[in-house]
């Protein structure tokens, strides 16, 4: 039986292959089918001759045929001549198997590996042909036998693999919870816990907070559950007179809030923080003060508060002068953060305006619903996509089905990106395997797909086939 040499297609129709393949002690150990501009089908081939031995009499023909049904085209032939079949077609050439255009050798004149090339014109019968490589030996008195064929090219050309991409449908929520954060500088008069609206930047800081809540309640689809609210001072004053500030300045913030929404009792909880060192560690971590480090490891140091903020007062005197003028004043902060529930969308209309007015409203699967609903690998099928993964960053299921959608469009670099973040899935793995593929770089590929198959992943068994033929040839074509 004939054994077939997988491979396929390239941009201009190319094959090759990198596996050796014996036909009857000659080793075919590379080739190439390439169909170029100029409508000229070359051929290349390896042939290693090393293990082969040829008797006085025998001669050996080696011949490229191209077929196509009952159309084949044979091409240059390689013979090889024992010495007593030389001498006698050198008197009877009229009788030689080969042809002055051939290659023709003499066992002494044989090389390890034969370069063979040779191109002709592609006619149109030739689409979809198979490439066949003959082996004839001759022997004397003219007798000859076809000795072993071999098929190097199934098919020529052959669709380049295009690996199938698998979205996955996200898992519904039954309850689509949301919140919204933020940060107010509220400013308060020395030693004061009392909100003065007007007072300095108060204006400001206090609409952050209120303009976030009008977002989610003036939101016919959105009920709000609940308000957060923790409050921060600075370490520049004594840590028990800190926790006063830090706690009557909340209060004050959630009555402010309470007098404008007249939420219910307990409906806005509290929390405070004496003194932000969390907040002063990543300041000082981000600066290029000269003690930096020093800084650092006395702020990570197990010392009581007052004790850290003496030391470093103490030790690095322009240093604390710029944080009490540069930090300090924003670790006196209000946290904030509304938790609240959006209804659910069922309709791809109802989803569809969602998306145009507040897509954070929508949940993955819903994306995915309105998805169905447009042409796969359309500017708004990828788009919603980008949207899906900008709502939902963190996401697995919106990363991968962003990866496909970004190979769908051809950027890779954004579909490795997404990829990075999508998780130890069994389709993230056959995803990352796809994305080789459209890289070329089909050792990878087929690594990540043989990872999927194992991981039961249907479609990954058919890609091991596949970009099996795509690896011979890139193997062979950019060494």
Not at 97 to 125: C, G, H, M, Q
Not at 328 to 348: G, N, Q, W
């Amino acid at each position: 039986m004939k054994r077939t040499l997988l491979l396929a297609v390239l941009l201009l129709g190319s094959f090759g292959a990198c596996l050796a393949q014996n036909i009857k002690d000659v080793t075919i150990k590379d080739f190439k089918l390439e169909l170029n501009g100029d409508k000229r089908l070359s051929v290349d081939i390896e042939i290693d001759l090393s293990e082969l031995k040829v008797k006085p009499a025998q001669v050996v023909v080696l011949t490229p045929v191209i077929v196509k049904g009952n159309d084949s085209l044979a091409l240059k032939s390689v013979g090889v001549y024992g010495r007593n079949r030389r001498i006698f077609y050198e008197r009877n050439a009229e009788n030689r198997p080969t042809l002055d255009r051939d290659i023709n050798l003499a066992p002494s004149e044989l090389k390890d590996v034969v370069e063979y090339s040779t191109d002709v014109r592609f006619l149109e019968w030739m689409d979809g042909c198979r490439l066949e490589l003959i082996r004839t030996d001759y022997g004397c008195c003219g007798t000859y036998a076809k000795v072993a064929e071999e098929e190097l090219v199934e098919r020529f050309p052959l669709q380049r693999f295009v690996p199938e991409l698998i979205y996955i449908r996200p898992q519904h929520e039954v309850v689509k919870s949301r919140e919204l954060s933020g940060s107010a500088y509220i400013d308060f008069p020395v030693n004061k816990t009392a909100i003065y609206p007007n007072y300095r930047n108060n204006v400001a800081e206090l609409n952050k907070i209120i303009g976030t809540i009008d977002s989610v309640k003036l939101d016919k689809d959105v009920t709000i559950k609940s308000i957060f609210i923790k409050g921060y001072a600075s370490p520049e004053s004594p840590y028990s007179h800190n926790t006063y500030l830090a706690k009557g300045r909340t209060e004050a913030l959630k009555e402010y809030v309470e007098g404008l929404y007249h939420f219910g009792e307990g409906f806005i909880k509290t929390d405070y923080e004496p003194e932000d060192w969390a907040g002063l560690e990543r300041y000082v971590e981000a600066s290029s003060l000269p003690h930096k480090n020093e800084i650092l490891e006395a702020i990570r140091s197990d010392r009581e508060p007052d004790n850290k903020e003496w030391f470093i007062k103490s030790n690095w005197k322009e240093e604390y002068r710029h944080l009490l003028e540069n930090c300090y004043p924003a670790l006196r902060h209000s946290d904030y953060t509304i938790e609240y529930e959006v209804r659910s969308y069922v309709e791809p209309e109802d989803i569809e305006k969602v998306l145009r007015t507040a897509p954070q409203n929508l949940s993955l699967e819903e994306f995915y619903i309105l998805a169905q609903t447009y042409e796969s690998g359309s500017d708004a099928f990828n788009e919603l996509f980008e949207t899906a993964v900008r709502m939902y960053p963190n996401d697995p299921v919106a990363n991968l089905n962003a990866a496909n959608s970004a190979i769908q469009r051809n950027d890779y670099r954004s579909a490795a990106r997404y990829l990075d973040k999508a998780g130890d899935m069994p389709e993230a793995e056959y995803t990352r395997g796809v994305l080789e593929v459209y890289l070329e770089n089909y050792d990878k590929a087929k690594s990540h797909f043989e990872k999927a198959h194992k991981l039961g992943v249907p479609q990954a068994e058919g890609a091991i086939v596949e970009v099996s033929k795509n690896r011979n040839i890139i193997t062979m074509t950019k060494r």
